[in-house]
């Protein structure tokens, strides 16, 4: 079992900055790949951006360029640093991550309002 806990989250006018952080209680970040997603009322949840175990990222249009992930691998932590913040961006903001036995693993979500 592997317990994400995210933070970082609040409130920010547009233009803003927020950087979300997710612990992860085993260093599987070491060796899988992870997420960050985020649900806005009312819609489905949708992919923001990826991080696979070596490195690579993925970014979705609407944030490319404004989001970075990042790791502290002392830490087990991987944070997205938003930059730029605009009013669309407000969400719960989910990390996620899979084991090699093909579990999924979320966490509680942080929540991120961006005002204009």
């Known amino acids: 079992q592997v317990q994400l806990v995210e933070s970082g989250g609040g409130t920010v006018q547009a233009g803003g900055s927020l950087r979300l952080s997710c612990a992860a209680s085993?260093?599987?970040?070491?060796?899988?790949?992870m997420g960050w997603y985020r649900q806005a009322p009312g819609k489905q949840r949708e992919l923001v951006a990826t991080r696979t175990s070596g490195g690579s990222t993925n970014y979705a249009d609407s944030v490319k360029g404004r989001f970075t992930i990042s790791k502290d691998s002392a830490k087990n932590t991987v944070y997205l640093q938003m930059n730029t913040l605009k009013p669309e961006d407000t969400a719960v903001y989910y990390c996620n991550t899979v084991d090699d036995w093909g579990r999924v693993y979320w966490g509680q979500g942080t929540q991120v309002t961006v005002s204009s």
């Open positions: 085993s260093t599987i970040f070491n060796t899988n790949a």
